[in-house]
């Protein structure tokens, strides 16, 4: 028997329900949707379009809600010595990720001495993070998705956990 997916299950439920020629502007961060997708595009007329929906956009809403698409743990020996370069690399990808989809967002890094947690708003991003991690520190990295795929969860360690 095929299994069928329920497709209401798979929606991001912080998806915004806006029509494919709507126009909409997040009120908290400045992203705009248009064309059915999010930017940080900015055209100095879309304010005074008419029709601009003003709404939180998915992001602002998980940033504020504390819901992540992704948790990433990062431990081991190597991480102390280096703990400000790996956050810089995570802060690089965060403002590459901004100009290309701003729904992609760290929501934040928790320092918890002998490791340090990173939430994202998406399950992509948190994973594309790890990868970054692993290619540029080596180390071993995992994978967890979850909540049919909606949440990754990622460890990184190098060097003996303590
Ligand atoms: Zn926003």
Redesign the pocket.
């Known amino acids: 028997m095929p299994i069928r997916k329920n497709l209401a299950v798979h929606r991001d439920p912080y998806l915004p329900l806006m029509g494919p020629k709507e126009t909409a502007v997040?009120r908290?961060?400045g992203?705009s949707y248009r064309r059915k997708r999010w930017s940080m595009e900015k055209p100095l007329d879309l304010r005074q379009e008419s029709g601009v929906r003003s709404v939180?956009?998915p992001?602002?809403q998980k940033v504020n809600d504390s819901f992540p698409g992704g948790i990433i743990r990062l431990g081991g020996a190597f991480l102390k010595p280096h703990r400000e370069e790996i956050i810089g690399l995570i802060r690089n990808e965060e403002a590459r990720a901004k100009t290309i989809n701003p729904l992609e967002r760290v929501i934040l890094i928790k320092d918890e001495g002998s490791f340090v947690e990173v939430q994202t708003t998406s399950d992509r991003f948190a994973q594309r993070i790890g990868m970054e991690i692993h290619r540029a520190y080596k180390g071993e990295v995992t994978y967890h998705w979850s909540r049919d795929d909606k949440f990754i969860r990622v460890t990184w360690h190098r060097g003996q956990e303590r």
Do not use: E, M, S, T
Request: glycine share 0%; charged share 10%; net charge positive.
């Open positions: 997040c908290r961060c992203a939180v956009c992001a602002c």
